[in-house]
């Protein structure tokens, strides 16, 4: 069964660096999500992402967070300038309409560590 | 705004026994899809079940049915004969139909069948 790939499985960044979070859908799939799951916590929608374009993003989503898909195949999350708080599970996942009869598949996710 | 709520942050049941994971939500929607999501120890979070709003009859995936309860905002997920596969947290989710179509996740319940 096709699944949602993530990379790297655990990311150490110093505070104040760039982090680079890989993500590779499912090869049909048109619709992109990032999430994240700080320890102990719900996971929480970051940003959706469909046709080359932000479709929605939330309020941690700001100015310091940015994707991309730069070829056919990856789907990224650029986090500038990491803060301490930006510790968290981040969860990539990917689906091929957006409702709900085409439920979004979720990569393992990218354990990211700041210090 | 939606809101997911899962009472239950852990619980445990001896295999083969019957349990049941509790869930409310709060929204103002009329159509919508909610979801129970299983992440084990490996991470990736795998769809359990699905269930329409507009469906009356509770969805059921072999030994994982839900209890949908509309008027009462309920969707509680029953696992019959439990294995130790099980063991996992389990996540609660909700999304609108129309409109955005980001997942709105509940805290979890921890969930450890013991042989």
Known sequence: ????????????????????????????????????QILGQKVEFLVSFYNNEISEK????????SVERPDGSNFTLKIRSTKLEDSAMYFCASSARDRGNQPQHFGDGTRLSIL | AQTVTQSQPEMSVQEAETVTLSCTYDTSENNYYLFWYKQPPSRQMILVIRQEAYKQQNATENRFSVNFQKAA?????????????DTAMYFCAFTPVFGNEKLTFGT????????
Do not use: A
Not at chain 1, 58 to 65: L, N, P
Not at chain 2, 108 to 115: D, K, Q, S
């Open chain 1, 1 to 36: 069964e096709p699944e949602v790939t993530q990379t790297p499985s655990h990311q150490v960044t110093q505070m104040g660096q760039e982090v680079i979070l890989r993500c590779v859908p499912i090869s049909n799939h048109l619709y992109f999500y990032w999430y994240r």
């Open chain 1, 58 to 65: 939330s309020e941690i989503f700001d100015d310091q967070f």
């Open chain 2, 73 to 85: 905002k309920s969707f509680s997920l029953k696992i019959s004969d439990s294995q130790l596969g």
């Open chain 2, 108 to 115: 979890g319940t921890r969930l450890t069948i013991i042989p």
